[in-house]
């Protein structure tokens, strides 16, 4: 068993990213993100490994250590990049979690591939994992692991965490192999969800589809319960909130705002270019405002960071060429000499611009259509210990239900965009300050240390005996 690892995490990507040096040497750097940071301790402890893809179709490599992890790469060909990850993946799961925002393709190619390389994960996972291990399968392009793992390795500890939503009955109920993919999800002893809602819609599904009873959290099979829970993911707070007391980037986002013409209100939106993110309703309601003179020229600008996503899938192509006229659009009508309204930046920037730009905004604007948490409306937040700043923030995103103080609105109604964009310009020092106060208290206590470690202790205390099945209602929950 040497060589073998207690605690495992599998996902699609590995947390590291290849970089070439000038002299053509290849070496690998942990990526950002708050995962990764949050579980890098416990495999640190737990002498833990990872299994995912390295992101180069077509490679094979050998299990290497980097930072105190030991990193599984799991290859994929450039056939599977396009049929399980652009494919099934973000073309058909994408889609369908987030309420059918755009149209998911159903392909059989596509499922079949998805099929295939969640096995190559799963046997990946089973030869890592020591007797009695802790595997921790993360999101939606690998829903099938759970349950192949288990056959192989019915002595491991399995717990899975969606982090997008998972949608209602009705929608999911669309899927032609929607049988394998709860099944897939069964495998796990605990099942994590962004939300109670996420959670509940599971449990439902899993009555309607499979005929199983539930009670409370946890979901009766013949010979073992699932746990379902929700567990709202959150950021670094610590980290942010340390950055933006360095005095660089204090300097720096004091630049920015120079920069962009020092108006009175910076509005910024920060999110990958995806559809599933209201960028368009959001820009729609700020060219709106100026042009009903309720924004005079001069006054405020929006900036608009839209990071480059999955640019070979139809859908994502279709939406920059939308999102790039329209900016054109606004600029073309409301720009004057020495006044840029919108500043839209189709790029990706290190972490510490980013903070910058947080620092120096006033309004953070935040409008998906639907979202499973959203941590960019966290980061904000994050940012802000000078208690200067308003949110904006969709109903549609799980962060919706922890920011209760943010400036909510519908998406979908672009009035009501309108009406709270205004609403967080105008506010009083005092009021943005009292909003921000509570909203700050929410995110340093549930951070994402805490989000890892509360999912962690569910997976390892033990659910109930099977035979409580008897007394599970079936129209509980
Ligand atoms: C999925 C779910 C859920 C963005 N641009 C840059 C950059 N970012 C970082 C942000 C933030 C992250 O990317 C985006 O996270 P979100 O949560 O906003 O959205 P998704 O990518 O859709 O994430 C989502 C999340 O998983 C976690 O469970 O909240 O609902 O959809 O951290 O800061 N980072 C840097 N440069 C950029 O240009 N460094």
Redesign the pocket.
Known sequence: MTGRSSFLIVANRLPVDRTIEPDGTASWRRS??GLVTAIAPVMQRRHGAWAGWHGAPDEKLEPFEQGGMNLIPVPLSAREVELYYEGFSNATLWPLYHDVVAPPVFEREMWEAYREVNERFANAAAEAAEEGAVVWVQDYQLQLVPAMLRRIRPDLRIGFFL??PFPPVELFWRLPWRKDLVEGLLGADLVGFQLPGGASNFRRLCRRLLGLPYKGNEIFLDDRVVRTQAFP?SVDFGQLDALVRDPNIVARAKEIRMELGDPEHVLLG???L?YTKGIGQRLEAFGELLKDHRLEAGEAVFVQ?A?PSRERVDEYRRLRDDIELQVGRINGEHAQLGYQPVWYFHQ????EE?AALYLAADVMVVTPLR??????AK?YISCHHDLHGALVLSEFA?AADELRQAYLVNPYDVEDVKRQMVAAMRATPHELARRMRTMRRRVATYDVDRWASEFLTALESPASEPSMRRSASWRSG
């Open positions: 950002p993100g982090h997008i993911i920060v999110d990958r995806d960071i990071t990706s920037y290190d972490h980013l979202d499973g948490m959203n941590l960019v980061e799980g």
